[in-house]
Nanobody
């Protein structure tokens, strides 16, 4: 079992930055692929970024490439999402997820956090 708790969301102006954190507890965090997803009102949950166990693979959604950076600290059981040059269309609830042999599809992830709201004002 893996428990995930996100933090770091908030209200920011367009062009600003935020860093989301996801603290994990439970077994085998270090072997899990960690992902960030987001869901805006009235829309489906969508993939944002993922990172495999050693950071060697970090796929991103095209719309966030060059603006968002995912990283992990296995010693702290924490994964981060650094978000820069934020746009109003980035507004959503952001979820952290953990899975094994997972990549970009939500169904590949077994464990989910409760989400943190990110609001970008224009």
């Amino acid at each position: 079992q893996v428990q995930l708790v996100e933090s770091g969301g908030g209200l920011v102006q367009a062009g600003g930055s935020l860093r989301l954190s996801c603290a994990a507890s439970g077994r085998t965090f270090t072997s899990a692929t960690m992902g960030w997803f987001r869901q805006a009102p009235g829309k489906e949950r969508e993939f944002v970024a993922a990172i495999n166990w050693d950071g060697g693979s970090t796929p991103y959604q095209d719309s966030v490439k060059g603006r968002f950076t995912i990283s992990r600290d296995n010693a702290k059981n924490t994964v981060y999402l650094q978000m820069s040059s934020l746009k109003p269309e980035d507004t959503a609830v952001y979820y952290c997820a953990a899975g094994y042999r997972a990549r970009v599809a939500p169904h590949e992830y077994r464990y989910w956090g409760q989400g943190t709201q990110v609001t970008v004002s224009s």
